[in-house]
């Protein structure tokens, strides 16, 4: 989808401190091959914050270097992987109960970790489709550290989580950056090897059951052969919606100043990303996510706040965003920097 008017008015994170892979692997967390093989240096650690709070904490950043005020909200997603907080409980409303005083409507989205890129898709479709919708606030949010869950032993995605939240302010007034494109596709047939064996009733956290991928995974058919599908399968439409968004933008991969990824501790996983689509690691943001920890919906939004932060991007840079969650949903987005925003170092 080719879009017109949306823009970035605000970016926000929230990354709590981070915990050196080597102190994990001290303390028999995380296994001393996989430290050495997967190339992680840290990861996020939020302790007991809940991931709510991290989400309002972002949120208000970017609020504040948005120049607009809580009553110019119009719409909010909020995007996690993991749960939030009771069951039943609806933690978006608690979100923007901390924001705005607008009964403006909340949702929550689940697209594992694409969620919060495949949600500016939503949002800017909501904006567009009424005049007088003028701004979107999107948060994402997760804190993995529960009694069932190590997070340096995922079991895919080369294996280590990381904590934070982050924030995005769309408007269709103001902004420092452009949304010049944004599309979304699903490989729906792999369901089935993310499901297992498992069966769907009762659900397996309401019995204590922990999440293993890797066992999912090797039983639908081998672990190696299954994760060489997925990959296979993933990487053919990831590749097609990224260089179709970039052409909706006017673009060629030539074009792209830098990319904002999944986060991975090994250049072999970013280059079977980027490699298809023209494009190299050293327009990633490998070395500046390793140490953090894959942060669920989080990654790609952290990573373009950090590219502003630290003038890697300035004006007329553009910023290709690819995000994909579980094997199955896909967001590739086109972002173009406008112009240097106050809180944002000189570009290099």
Not at 40 to 58: E, H, K, L, N, S
Not at 96 to 119: E, K, M, Y
Not at 149 to 178: C, H, M, P, T, Y
Not at 245 to 253: F, M, S
Request: glycine share 12%; net charge negative; hydrophobic share 40%.
């Amino acid at each position: 989808m080719k879009t017109t008017d949306i823009r970035i008015a605000g970016l926000g994170t929230y990354i709590p401190e981070i915990v050196d892979a080597r102190k994990a692997v001290a303390l028999g967390l995380y296994d001393a091959e996989e430290y050495e093989f997967y190339g992680w240096t840290g990861a996020a650690v939020a302790g007991d914050m809940p991931a709510p709070d991290m989400a309002i904490a972002a949120a208000q950043q970017a609020m504040d270097r948005s120049g607009l005020h809580p009553h110019d909200i119009d719409f909010h997603i909020h995007a996690c992987g993991h749960e939030q907080g009771p069951e039943g409980w609806s933690p978006q409303h608690y979100i923007l109960r901390h924001l705005t005083d607008r009964d403006v409507p909340s949702f929550r989205v689940w697209q594992a970790c694409s969620g919060l890129i495949g949600s500016l898709e939503l949002a800017a479709c909501y904006l567009k489709a009424v005049p007088e919708r003028n701004a979107a606030l999107l948060t994402g949010a997760d804190n993995v550290g529960t009694p069932n869950f190590n997070r340096w032993a995922f079991g895919i995605q080369n294996g280590v989580l990381g904590d934070g939240g982050s924030a995005v302010l769309l408007s269709k007034s103001e902004g420092f950056a452009s949304l010049l494109s944004i599309n979304t596709g699903s490989t729906a047939e792999v369901e089935e090897q993310y499901r297992g064996t498992e069966p769907l009733f009762p659900p397996s956290l309401t019995i204590g059951r922990g999440m293993d991928f890797k066992e999912r995974l090797a039983a639908a058919g081998g672990l190696e052969e299954t994760v060489a599908e997925v990959v296979r399968r993933q990487g053919e439409l990831r590749t097609e919606i990224a260089l179709r968004t970039l052409a909706e933008a006017g673009l060629e991969p030539g074009d792209v100043t830098r990319v904002c990824h999944v986060f991975t501790g090994q250049e072999s996983y970013l280059k079977v990303i980027l490699d298809p689509m023209g494009l190299s690691p050293e327009q990633g943001l490998l070395d500046f996510g390793r140490n953090l920890g894959h942060m669920t919906v989080n990654d790609q939004i952290v990573g373009l706040t950090h590219l502003v932060e630290t003038g890697q991007v300035g004006p007329g840079d553009h910023v290709l965003i690819v995000a994909h969650g579980g094997g199955v949903s896909i967001t590739c987005a086109v972002v173009r920097i406008d112009e240097q925003p106050s809180w944002a170092a000189a570009a290099a």
